[in-house]
């Protein structure tokens, strides 16, 4: 079946820590790759994303992400993380490539010490 | 988000009623999903829309229809409602067309006692 595994539940950076979030993917063929970001109480914002190219992609609010077809990953970094980027994040897989719908991990919370 | 509006905001109701939540969205997007959001789960599809009338389950679809009679409104409904339905509820619209951008909704909380 098709899955999406973020396999840290939470993870805790100190602020100005560089940051790596996992995000593996089941399936053979290179389907179209998303990185959401909650924060508490909120709908989910739409970091980047992934759909052929270049596989080190960049987003807003200074992320960044990078396909890794041998992996099935899709694993979202930050070189340097503010204590605001303390939410829950979501990697997101459209395996069809057909837009008809988004199978989501089951999301990383990101705590930021100071 | 400006272009998607989801209504209540949150609402309580009794185990058994009948529940109806509605997305309403001004960008003209053709796919309209409803998701729910459960600790430990992430985000799990319900029911999505590909146009007027075109409607397919997802992957958690047992207790829930939906109806879409419009492009703008993509109405969720709870049948019976029972107390594993409480939970946060998104709807999202994308257009393929403009590159598979998927907007999100700020949420519907049910509770369900």
């Known amino acids: 079946a098709q899955s999406v595994t973020q396999p840290d539940i939470h993870i805790t950076v100190s602020e100005g820590a560089s940051l790596e979030l996992r995000c593996n993917y089941s399936?053979?063929?290179?389907?179209?790759l998303f990185w959401y970001v909650q924060s508490p109480g909120q709908g989910l914002q739409l970091l980047l994303k992934y759909f052929s190219g270049d596989t080190l992609v960049q987003g807003i609010k200074g992320f960044e992400a990078e396909f890794k077809r041998s992996q099935s990953s899709f694993n979202l970094r930050k070189p340097s993380v503010h204590w605001s980027d303390a939410a829950e994040y979501f990697c997101?897989?459209?395996?069809?490539?057909?837009?008809?719908?988004?199978?989501f991990g089951k999301g990383t919370t990101l705590s930021v010490s100071s | 988000d400006a272009g998607i509006t989801q209504s209540p905001r949150h609402k309580v109701t009794e185990t058994g009623t009948p529940v109806t939540l509605r997305c309403h969205q001004t960008e003209n997007h053709r796919y309209m999903y409803w998701y729910r959001q459960d600790p430990g789960h992430g985000l799990r599809l319900i029911h999505y829309s590909y146009g007027v009338k075109d409607t397919d389950k997802g992957e958690v679809s047992d207790g829930y229809s939906v109806s879409r009679s419009k492009t703008e409104d993509f109405l969720l409904t709870l049948e019976s409602a029972t107390s594993s339905q409480t939970s946060v509820y998104f709807c999202a619209i994308s257009d393929p067309q403009g590159g598979y951008g998927y907007t999100f909704g700020s949420g519907t909380r049910l509770t369900v006692v």
């Open positions: 399936y053979g063929a290179t389907p179209y």
């Open positions: 997101a897989v459209d395996f069809n490539q057909a837009g008809t719908a988004l199978i």
